[in-house]
């Protein structure tokens, strides 16, 4: 199984981004994919999650403001970000659940200058 995340670049205030994660080995429509990105000194948290059905979740600190969806065909896995803050610095992880399987993604470094 692989979770292979990109996108990630330093970008200023108030910006945009998108990140995307591309998987591979597994039923990627049957799985369950999300985005989680950690701080230094900070626990991962979640960011944003969609269901093999396609409804999502996200954070509050996001709503709003970042949007996941999902291309089954592509067995691509996005995340929109608008209107950047400075906290939203940090290493994004993708990760695909299904039952009691679960696979991460390396990671993409955001950066949002001030």
């Known amino acids: 199984v692989l979770l292979v995340e990109s996108g990630g670049v330093l970008v200023q205030l108030g910006g945009s981004l998108g990140l995307s994660c591309a998987a591979s080995?597994?039923?990627?429509?049957?799985?369950?994919m999300g985005w989680y990105r950690q701080a230094p000194g900070e626990q991962r948290e979640l960011v944003a999650r969609?269901?093999?059905?396609?409804?999502?979740n996200l954070a509050d600190s996001v709503k709003g403001r970042f949007t996941i969806y999902r291309d089954n065909a592509k067995n691509i896995v996005y995340l929109q970000m608008n209107r950047l803050k400075p906290e939203d610095t940090s290493v994004y992880y993708c990760?695909?659940?299904?039952?009691?399987?679960?696979?991460w993604g390396q990671g993409t470094q955001v950066t949002v200058s001030s």
């Open positions: 990760n695909a659940y299904f039952i009691k399987n679960e696979y």
């Open positions: 080995g597994i039923t990627f429509s049957l799985y369950g």
């Open positions: 969609i269901t093999r059905g396609g409804s999502t």
